[in-house]
């Protein structure tokens, strides 16, 4: 009984440095907060392509495309007025990037994905009553 609970205890702690250890390495790899928005905005591009939404530390937001960006701060132009507008990168809060998909497509894809899955468990239970 004794060994049982030994062995449990050891492969606990075997799992729990291996995950402080991840975590460690995680927490030294953190670059300041300016140049990883920085890097995100560099990933993004510049012009038309370049469609992100800024919110900043005030709580407003701007979307746009980003069209011209350096190293302090960078411009964004609205999409249908085409107003600049320079922000500092000290002043952003967080940078979303707005080429995904829309809402209404990925319920459309979800749903057809369960309709067909539906049918395909329908199709296999008759196939399985005869």
Do not use: C, W
């Not at 030294?28 to 920085?38: A, C, N, S």
């Amino acid at each position: 009984m004794l060994k049982k609970y030994l062995s449990y205890a050891l492969a606990g702690l075997l799992l729990l440095s291996a995950v402080s250890q991840r975590v460690i390495a995680q927490q030294g790899d953190k670059q300041p907060v300016t140049e990883q928005l920085k890097s995100k905005i560099a990933r993004l591009g510049i012009g038309e392509k370049a469609k992100a939404t800024i919110t900043l530390k005030d709580g407003t937001k701007t979307k746009g495309y980003i069209a011209r960006a350096g190293d302090d701060d960078f411009v964004m132009r609205d999409r249908k007025t085409d107003a600049a507008t320079t922000i500092r990168y000290a002043d952003v809060q967080r940078v979303d990037s707005n080429k995904g998909h829309s809402t209404a497509r990925n319920i459309a894809i979800g749903i057809g994905i369960g309709v067909g899955a539906f049918l395909a468990i329908i199709a296999i239970t008759l196939a399985h009553l005869d």
